[in-house]
């Protein structure tokens, strides 16, 4: 081979090496980034259940019936975001498996309250429209509502 040739075999080689540096570089920010955001994440949930707030007030026995619009766009807006969390904690590099395992299971367990509370919310205004039921919602609805 020539000299020519060997020299720009290694520009391009040297030019790949740098590419892939760079998308190294750029994948290990994104991840640090996504590692801080679970890690946020863990530390807010964590200081909730520790202080025993739950999203629906700190009282036991809520007036459904003086639920805002507000209220309800707020919680329809975090029921969004829990497959986002969920995304997240999966694609995130927690070295303890357990505690990943456990993270998502209280996520579930929280989108499943919200569900029901959504419910719960429903039956105790009817004519609010800002709260949608899926099909098997409506019929525990509807089950409630004509006893």
Request: hydrophobic letters at 35%; a positive charge; aromatic letters at 6%.
């Amino acid at each position: 081979m020539s000299k020519d040739a060997l020299e720009t075999m290694y520009k391009v080689m040297k030019e790949s090496m740098d590419e892939m540096n760079e998308d190294l570089e750029y994948w290990a920010k994104k991840m640090e980034a996504e590692k801080e955001i679970a890690e946020a994440l863990s530390d807010y949930l964590k200081e909730l259940n520790e202080s025993g707030i739950d999203m629906w007030g700190t009282e036991e026995s809520v007036d459904l019936t003086k639920i805002t619009n507000t209220q309800i766009e707020a919680i329809n807006k975090f029921e969004k975001q829990i497959p986002l969390i969920g995304r997240t904690i999966k694609g995130a590099s927690i070295s303890d498996k357990e505690k990943k395992k456990k993270f998502l299971n209280n996520l579930k367990v929280i989108k499943k309250g919200i569900k029901n509370n959504k419910l719960e919310i429903k039956i105790a205004n009817p004519n609010i429209s800002t709260i949608k039921l899926t099909p098997s919602q409506k019929l525990k609805y509807l089950r409630r509502k004509n006893r």
